[in-house]
Every structure is written in C-alpha cells, then in structure tokens.
C-alpha cells in the first residue's frame, strides 16, 4: 500500500530541504573521518564496549551501507513500499559486516567514507521537495507509513553522527 505516490522527480534544481540534508551527511561523514584520522593503530584495533566490533570496523560499516541507505530512501521517494527488512536482518549484515572487515585499514574505510558519503550526499541532492515528501509502508519500523525525508534523517544523514558519538565516547571511558 502506497500513501502517497508520484514518479521519482527528475534530478532537482537542488532543493533546500535536500540541499540540507546532504550537507549534514557530509558533515557528519567529515566528522567521523577527522575522528577516526587521529587515531592510534591501538585504538583503531579497540574493541568498542557493549558492541563488539572494533573502532576501524565500525568506521567502515557506516561508510560501506551508505548505498543501501540511500537506495532504500529513493525506493520510498518512488513510492514503493520497503518489504522483508527487519532489525534481525540488520543485526545480522552488521555481524556479517563486522566478520569479513576485522583487517579493514583505516586507509581504505576512509577512502570509503569519503567515496560512498559524497554519492549519498548527490543522491540526496538529485531529490526534490515532492520526492522527500513521498510515504509508504516500511517494514523496518513495522510497516508504518514513513516518508523518504524520515527515512534519510533517521538513517543516511544521522548513522555517521551515531557512531561518531559511541566512538567517542568509548574512547573517553
């Protein structure tokens, strides 16, 4: 079931909801990089408290589903229902993530980090007022009806400023 449905706009003179929210991804991506840049090899290999995974593991996760984020979001702002996506599937690419990444450098997720949040902050751009505007069922949050905005602020433009916050804060304790 589609609340609200209209064709995914052509690429946008940028509007300035959009416009606004990749400029915050990018700060939040920018952030997390000049963090994770001071770091020590010690602290890149530490193993964050009540996650498990490390530091340099968690960097690299946020720069590495930036695409799927995005591509969720763009599936809402064409009005399609996002189906069969669950917190255990979630859990699950995370561990998955974490498994294959234990020797990330932090060369290469930064390298990510910067490549997959400037694409995220394009995509967002190349949305338009109506586009962010567009709701429909998402599975994620129990099939409720959720707009294209809600779903990149909760999750693209929010997930590098979540994590930046727990590193930190690992980090300090």
């Known amino acids: ?64 589903v930036y695409p799927l984020e995005i591509q969720l979001a763009q599936k809402l702002a064409a009005g399609q229902s996002i189906e069969g996506v669950t917190m255990d599937d979630v859990h699950a690419m995370n561990a998955r993530h974490a498994d294959e990444n234990r020797g990330i450098t932090k060369e290469a997720a930064l390298e990510l980090l910067a490549r997959n949040s400037a694409a995220a902050a394009a995509a967002i751009r190349a949305l338009s007022d109506e586009d962010l505007a567009i709701a429909a069922p998402v599975s994620l949050y129990g099939g409720v009806p959720l707009t294209c905005q809600f779903l990149l602020e909760d999750h693209a433009v929010r997930h590098s400023y979540h994590h930046l916050g727990g590193l930190t804060r690992a980090l300090s304790a």
């Open 1 to 64: 079931m589609t609340v609200n449905s209209s064709p995914l706009s052509a690429p946008a003179a940028a509007c300035a909801r959009a416009e606004a929210l990749a400029g915050r991804l990018e700060q939040g991506a920018q952030a997390l990089a000049a963090f994770a840049s001071t770091l020590t090899d010690t602290q890149w290999r530490m193993p964050v408290p009540k996650d498990g995974r490390t530091v340099g593991v968690i960097v690299h996760h946020v720069a590495s």
